[in-house]
């Protein structure tokens, strides 16, 4: 047992747990009012969105791609969410379904141009946050506010847990999709291909796996969960606005690598990606009850931290000396032509 | 096992390439219960068989038949399925993935819908039982050596069923041990009824492993024999082409040359070496270079000569020892510094470690030259283009002209480019490790010829081989490793291939 | 020397025709596209507009190029932008009468050093602890913004120092100053990476690093010396922009400009796969970009949208460039003669 929980992969979620622990500790010593359940469960509340987003970029991150797009995805969630229902009048159920339609098949899009064409994911989600940013402005550019009463309901809803804390539903629905992400991810023919291909694509295409299949999921899974987190973040917001979502794809990415998946591939899990997304919580609670530093501490210390944690990975690789299975993969830096 | 209908057959197949014609006419069987090994040079046309076989292309003429059934895989993965598997030398697993899950992986076994973690863990670790492995199956692949690792390989393609195994190379990164625990396992495959193709360079393990040997020749099929029935000087006739006396002509008048070129002249020590070496990788060891001298270093895979040659380079830092060259101490840090004071290596792994495809073959010779020159003055494009076409031309590298890309080499030719590369920096001490490995016959000969006239230059050489026969023929003293440990010196009439093996049985 | 002239013809030949169907385009279908006139002593016009927006991503991509060769990628230096403009207002000075805090080289001075420390911090990170690029330089880009945000103290610093101007909106004998800027950037680059070794060796460790440092090529300071150089790059960047809005804007200053340097980098024909390089096609490329928006603009259609065509752009010359489409295309094409 304590050889599997060294094992380095082990090692990282523990690493980051005991991160968020610190985090949270010292929080709670140094500012009063900090300890309490409520603000915990406010982690979940504040960054629902973001932890859908981190879930569905796990699973592209551990298949050895990179999705650029999530960012500007769910920005054009929350206009495409705020017009149906502001200036169409759909019925927001509706409006929600066509939402989470158009995340998925954009995102199935972008899978089957980097699958059946070879072409590198990096350029061609980056081109998708072109596409998506764009898309927003095209819907509107202005903010669009929402009235409807569904999403109010939403947005001031409180679901009891403990004593007095709650969570809202965004919350909720961001538990579930972790835990679902968790559970394909280990108990699932597809996670477990997804895996396989981030250890080496080559090698899964040759043992018979459905290697396209999985791809072009991998990144319609993102889209999906790019337009849920848009979705959330309506309700969170009660408002449509073409900047939402700006340079999320970074918040997403760091937080799946503090959560401990590497971003060779490979490795990684939802519940690290979860603990990650805490961690980043945490930080901006930090700096809020500091009262005195420019919110834009929260990006320094997260890069801090990506950093910290990369090196961490570094130094394991180094010391482990992994033997190398023969078949050198020449893998470019970002990660193209996978 | 002759009498029964062979489970393949390959039926007169010819494959042509733009402007080469990788086979013409082959014939191939294969029974049900036999080793087959197929030999042949580079070019000779078996890696293009094996290939027609698994799918990778598709025949110009010609048919397979399948237990007497036509077949025509359209892919590895089509083959596959037809029960026709193949393990090649780069693994081809997830490293990443347990060891049970490589064996199982897209058949994992479910229940009520999602994976039984516990019962794929027990399949796996019956799948190896049948093999006589015993590992942990649940550590990561990574984890295990690369001997382990072609077994779950093995086993892997075993567990989906399969009629026939083809073996690529298996056997290049395994030691002596591994070796013959591979062995093992293949004779009880065989044993069981499985056909098993066998493809490798080296010569005493197709004579142990394999029942019969298929000898292709320039693209044509030159005999099926069984190995018991054809003597080892024969078989490499046949690959090369050539008379057996020829053969044993050449091999004479090298043995000639040799003696004049290898004595050692007079003067210092080009290399003085005490007591080199690191920790995990090479024992302390004491090595002396003269002028115009070939040392060869023999001994089995994984016994440590490239390490040593690494330490030599600089490649590696040693953590002891002190090295001379000419006479004034050097602090051999790294591969730049080593190649300042004279010294030039080709690695043996030629692909990750030497060519840079993309590069033209004019600059992939003149690099090493340049370096030294230092980087901002560059070497004017006419005398780069006098130097490349100079080496093409003496070396015989096989190439349209200077200018076209690394990549369109064979791997011989490559080689020789490698060789190019530091002969254009005029080394004084040129260190080969296995320079021959994975070329034809012809090549290996030009090669060793090359040396021996390199030393006769007055050039010292370090000559690294894993066959101990072109170790003895080239070297005029042979230092024998063991283990990674230099274990003695052979020198004058001492220098041939059974006194390497007896110092390897009984020293170290 | 005819075939390797040849061979760099034949990659730039793409984008140079993307470029040339652009001006096409434009010719018969965008009234004035090519109408320049005189004013004010300078040339104006829709073709100078490009040159002048095209610059700062053209510095970057100048330094990107390299990176890109030695298989690796710099996603900071749109944050790196934002510091050194931020660096440079700072120094400046908000005074409204124009009086600088600091002289005017001092500032700049100032500014190019801690871009190009940043730069080497990237180096640092991906030769010497050997962390992969991507990784390394997820760093900068996510604390970088952060960082400009610290220093300008999240307010846009306005500037009124006249001489600073001369970066983003002066002009020299006619056109931009900045365009000079670039052609000397470009050439001193160009002619140290070619006339000397270092253009073969930084290919070379790109193509195959362990080969590289075999044959004594200090692949750790390669590495480091490209970082270090496109960290610079970024700093004249800043400076060229920060002096077109005459401010420093941490928060929007750069924005998007790593993503628009790599395309143009790609588009160019450098492999993101390392190897060789092509200088001048990335400034075609850079090029092609801003004549896109250009165009667009051109046809009153509102800038965001122009993000829009970029990205379906983005999409034909990927799969341009996609050998597996090319294949699928001639299969098509091959079928319809014979069933002709």
């Known amino acids: 047992m304590t050889r599997r929980l060294l094992e380095s992969r082990n090692l990282s979620i523990l690493a980051t747990l005991a991160l968020f622990l610190l985090m949270f500790g010292a929080g709670s010593t140094a500012f009063s009012g900090f300890f309490s359940v409520q603000n915990f469960l406010n982690l979940f509340i504040d960054n629902a969105y973001l932890l859908i987003i981190a879930v569905g970029m796990t699973f592209v991150i551990i298949s050895g791609g990179i999705d650029l797009s999530v960012g500007s995805m769910l920005g054009l969630a929350t206009m495409i969410s705020a017009s149906l229902v502001e200036k169409s009048h759909l019925n927001p159920l509706l409006v929600i379904l066509i939402v989470l339609s158009i995340g998925t098949a954009l995102g199935f899009f972008m899978g089957c141009l980097i699958q059946f064409f070879d072409l590198p994911p990096f350029i061609i989600t980056l081109a998708g946050l072109y596409l998506g940013r764009g898309l927003c402005y095209v819907v509107s550019i202005d903010t669009i506010a929402i009235s409807d009463p569904f999403f109010d309901r939403a947005a001031h809803s409180q679901i009891p847990i403990i004593g007095g804390a709650f969570l809202s539903p965004s919350a909720v629905i961001a538990l579930v999709v972790a835990a679902v992400g968790a559970y394909v991810l280990r108990f699932t023919r597809f996670g477990r291909t997804v895996y396989a291909m981030g250890g080496n694509e080559q090698s899964a295409l040759l043992m018979g796996l459905p290697v396209a299949r999985t791809k072009i999921g991998i990144y319609a899974l993102s889209g999906f969960c790019s337009a849920l987190a848009g979705v959330v973040f309506t309700f969170y917001t009660l408002s449509g606005y073409a900047l939402d979502g700006k340079g999320m794809e970074l918040d997403a990415i760091a937080t799946v690598v503090i959560g401990g998946t590497l971003l060779t591939g490979g490795v990684g899990n939802a519940l690290g990606t979860v603990v990650g997304v805490l961690v980043y919580g945490t930080i901006q609670v930090l700096i809020v009850f500091q009262g005195t530093l420019n919110s834009w501490w929260t990006r320094i210390v997260i890069g801090f931290l990506v950093f910290v944690f990369c090196l961490l990975q570094r130094v394991f690789e180094a010391r482990k000396g992994t033997t190398v299975v023969r078949g050198v993969s020449r893998e470019p830096a970002a990660m193209a032509g996978h | ?508 | 020397m005819a075939s390797v002239r040849s061979l760099m013809r034949s990659r730039l030949v793409w984008p140079l025709a993307a470029l040339a169907c652009l001006f096409l385009f434009n010719l018969f279908f965008t009234p004035n596209f090519f109408a320049m006139e005189v004013k004010e002593g300078h040339l104006y016009g829709n073709l100078i507009d490009i040159i002048k927006n095209a610059a700062p991503i053209m510095l970057l991509a100048i330094g990107l190029t390299l990176v890109i060769a030695t298989r690796g990628i710099d996603i900071s230096v749109g944050s790196v932008v934002a510091i050194s403009a931020g660096v440079v207002a700072i120094l400046l000075g908000g005074d409204l009468a124009g009086q600088p805090k600091y002289p005017v080289p001092v500032a700049i001075g100032a500014a190019l050093l801690v871009s190009t420390a940043a730069g080497v911090w990237n180096g640092l990170l991906v030769s010497r602890i050997g962390m992969q690029p991507i990784i390394a330089t997820l760093i900068l880009f996510v604390a970088g913004r952060g960082i400009a945000m610290v220093f300008t103290n999240a307010m846009v610093i306005w500037l009124y120092v006249k001489p600073f101007a001369i970066f983003g909106q002066g002009y020299l004998l006619g056109l931009p100053f900045s365009l000079y800027l670039v052609a000397v950037m470009l050439a001193l680059t160009a002619l140290v990476t070619r006339r000397t070794a270092i253009g073969l060796f930084i290919e070379a460790v790109g193509i195959n690093p362990t080969a590289a440092r075999f044959s004594g090529i200090n692949a750790k300071n390669m590495l480091l010396g490209v970082y270090t150089f496109t960290g610079f790059c970024a700093g004249v960047s800043g400076l060229v922009v920060c002096s077109t809005v005459m401010s420093a804007d941490g928060n929007n200053a750069g924005n998007l400009f790593e993503l628009d340097a790599i395309l143009a980098v790609v588009l160019g024909g450098t492999s993101l796969n390392g190897g060789k390089f092509y200088l001048f096609g990335s400034m075609i490329g850079a090029l092609i970009i801003q004549t896109l928006t250009t165009t667009i603009y051109a046809f009153n259609v509102p800038p965001e949208i122009s993000q829009v065509v970029k990205a379906l752009v983005v999409y034909a010359v990927s799969l341009l460039q996609s050998e597996k489409f090319r294949a699928k295309v001639a299969g098509v094409f091959a079928r319809g003669r014979a069933a002709a």
């Open chain 2, 1 to 508: 096992m002759p009498d029964e209908a062979p489970v393949l057959e390959m039926r007169k197949i010819s494959k042509v390439f733009p402007g080469v014609k990788a086979l013409s006419g082959v014939d191939f069987r294969l029974f049900r219960g036999e080793v087959h090994a197929i030999m042949g040079q580079n070019g000779a046309g078996k890696s293009t068989l094996v290939k027609v076989l698994t799918g990778v292309h598709e025949q110009d003429a010609g048919e397979i038949l399948l237990e007497g059934k036509a077949i025509r895989p359209s892919s590895p993965l089509a083959a596959q399925r037809l029960g026709i598997s193949t393990v090649y030398q780069e693994v081809n697993l997830c490293p990443n993935l347990s060891v049970a899950e490589n064996i199982l992986v897209g058949r994992q076994p479910m229940r009520f819908g999602r994976i039984d973690w516990k019962e794929l863990n027990r399949r796996a670790e019956e799948a190896l039982r049948r093999l006589n492995v015993e590992i942990d199956v649940t550590l990561a692949l990574s984890s295990c050596s690369i001997a382990i690792q072609q077994m779950v390989a093995i086993a892997r393609v075993l567990d989906v069923s399969s009629k026939i195994l083809i073996l690529d190379e298996p056997t290049s990164s395994l030691d002596e041990a591994e070796v013959e625990r591979l062995f093992a396992l293949i004779r009880t495959l065989r044993d069981q009824g499985l056909a098993i193709l066998f493809i490798t360079h080296f010569l005493d393990q197709t004579y142990s492993i394999s029942d019969r040997i298929t000898v292709l020749q320039n693209g044509l099929f030159c005999g099926e024999y069984r190995t018991a029935e054809l003597p080892k000087l024969e078989l490499i006739a046949k690959m090369l082409g050539k008379e057996l006396s020829e053969f044993s002509y050449a091999a004479e008048h090298a043995a000639r040359k040799k003696e004049a070129a290898t004595a050692r002249k007079e003067g210092p020590d080009l290399l003085r070496v005490r007591k080199l070496g690191l920790r995990g990788s090479i024992a302390p060891f004491d090595l002396d270079l003269g002028e115009g001298e070939v040392l060869g270093l023999a001994g089995l895979l994984g016994s440590g000569r490239t390490e040593m040659a690494k330490l030599l380079f600089g490649i590696d830092s040693a953590d002891q020892g002190e090295v001379e060259v000419k006479g004034k101490k050097a602090n051999i840090s790294s591969p730049r510094a080593a190649m300042m004071i004279g010294m030039g290596f080709c690695s043996e792994d030629r692909k990750n470690e030497g060519v840079f495809g993309e590069l033209t073959v004019r600059e992939n010779i003149v690099l090493a030259l340049q370096v030294r020159r230092g980087m901002l003055k560059s070497i004017p494009y006419a005398k780069q283009l006098e130097i490349a076409d100079g080496l093409i031309a003496s070396l015989k590298i096989k190439t349209p002209s200077a200018e076209n890309a690394a990549f369109q080499l064979s791997g011989g030719n490559l080689q020789k480019v490698m060789l190019a590369r530091w002969l254009a920096t005029n080394p004084t001490v040129l260190i080969l490790d296995e320079p021959t490995r994975g070329i034809d016959v012809g090549a290996k000969l030009e090669i060793m010829e090359l040396i021996l006239n390199l030393s006769k230059q007055g050039m010292g050489v370090i000559f690294i081989s894993s066959e101990f026969e072109e170790v003895a023929r080239c070297s005029g003293r042979i230092a024998v490793l063991k283990d990674h440990a230099k274990i003695g010196e052979l020198s004058g009439q001492d220098v041939d291939e059974r006194k390497i093996v007896r110092t390897i049985a009984e020293g170290g």
